[in-house]
């Protein structure tokens, strides 16, 4: 069974900084895409960035220039750091893996869609 744990949320004032943390876990033998989503109250969730197995980002528009995502293929863990952080940032955040290759023994399975459980974000003026 792989699970998607997310750390690093909190309360943050205007302008300040906060890192996210998301590690899966499990028979894992290689992730495709990985990445960070939001959910404020009232929207539609969105895509904040995500980052090939390869190490090549891809931000949305609103964070590009503040938010920087990082992975680590040996962890099976991906990063969201956040900086200059304003109070339309205030979210639930949820990490994403597209495709997961599990094994077990000799087998390997895929596996598509994984979500974690999401994180509080909220950014105060």
């Known amino acids: 069974q792989v699970q998607l744990v997310e750390s690093g949320g909190g309360l943050v004032q205007a302008g300040g900084s906060l890192r996210l943390s998301c590690a899966a876990s499990?028979?894992?033998?290689?992730?495709?895409?990985m990445g960070w989503y939001r959910q404020a109250p009232g929207k539609q969730r969105e895509l904040v960035a995500n980052?090939?197995?390869?190490?090549?980002?891809n931000y949305a528009n609103s964070v590009k220039g503040r938010f920087t995502i990082s992975r680590d293929n040996a962890k099976n863990t991906v990063y969201l750091q956040m900086n200059s952080l304003k109070p339309e940032d205030t979210a639930v955040y949820y990490c994403?893996?597209?495709?997961?290759?599990?094994?077990?023994?000799?087998?390997?399975?895929?596996?598509?869609?994984?979500w974690g459980q999401g994180t509080q974000v909220t950014v105060s003026s």
């Open positions: 994403n893996a597209d495709r997961i290759i599990k094994y077990s023994g000799s087998s390997y399975y895929t596996g598509y869609d994984y």
């Open positions: 499990g028979s894992i033998f290689s992730i495709n895409v």
């Open positions: 980052i090939t197995s390869g190490g090549r980002p």
